[in-house]
Antibody
């Protein structure tokens, strides 16, 4: 069965960096686009970034463009999100999600999420 | 302010039929498919409806989706207490070159 397990969250100060990981299993990781979606406490869902199956194509939400970088290691079935210049408004649970096929289909499987808190 | 507009709340009694609307524009719903997600309290979201009206395996046929122009809707018939959750619509936006979500609708089963 498909499993997505995020890690790397924690409490960090504004302006610092953090890298999240998402370990995937139960499907052919190298064949699917992968997304990051976040949810601030008590708020709705916000799409963050996507990488294509081979990592050659990336797209970002305007709110994180230039600060966040999505990448993947298909040899290790792992998705990453490098977050730089973190702000208080980046505080959220970060979910990784598998695309149904490419990058524009749907999020058919989600991880349990990892909490990132940006606070001084 | 979300790009897609949903009512913040909806409610119904057991057995009733409820609908949740999702309004967008030509660059998102008007040009691309709509998906719906269900988020039960304290859990990760789950795909409920994809490609406007398709149900993933395991989703009861009480849930259905439709789309017309720049709007979409989710219908839940035979409402059950376990349907109490937050529901989100989502679509790809060609202008933003990314995914957009509705603000979410909290469904209460009275």
């Amino acid at each position: 069965q498909v499993q997505l397990v995020e890690s790397g969250g924690g409490v960090v100060q504004p302006g610092t960096s953090l890298r999240l990981s998402c370990a995937a299993s139960g499907f052919k990781f190298s064949s699917y686009g992968m997304h990051w979606v976040r949810q601030a406490p008590g708020k709705g869902l916000e799409w963050v970034a996507v990488t294509s199956y081979d990592g050659s194509n990336e797209n970002y939400a305007d709110s994180v463009k230039g600060r966040f970088t999505v990448s993947r290691d298909n040899s290790k079935n792992t998705l990453f999100l490098r977050m730089n210049s973190l702000r208080a408004e980046d505080t959220a649970v970060y979910y990784c999600a598998k695309d149904g096929l490419g990058i524009k289909y749907y999020f058919d499987y989600w991880g349990q999420g990892t909490l990132v808190t940006v606070s001084s | 302010q979300s790009v897609l507009t949903q009512p913040p709340s909806a409610s119904g009694t057991p057995g009733q039929r409820v609908t949740i609307s999702c309004s967008g524009s030509n660059s998102n719903i008007g040009s691309n498919a709509v998906n719906w997600y269900q988020q039960l309290p304290g859990t990760a979201p789950k795909l409920l409806i994809y490609s406007n009206n398709e149900r993933p395996s395991g989703v009861p046929d009480r849930f259905s989706g439709s789309k017309s122009g720049t709007s979409a809707s989710l219908a839940i018939s035979g409402l059950q207490s376990e349907d109490e959750a937050d529901y989100y619509c989502a679509s790809w936006d060609d202008s933003l070159n990314g995914w957009v979500f509705g603000g979410g609708t909290k469904l209460t089963v009275l």
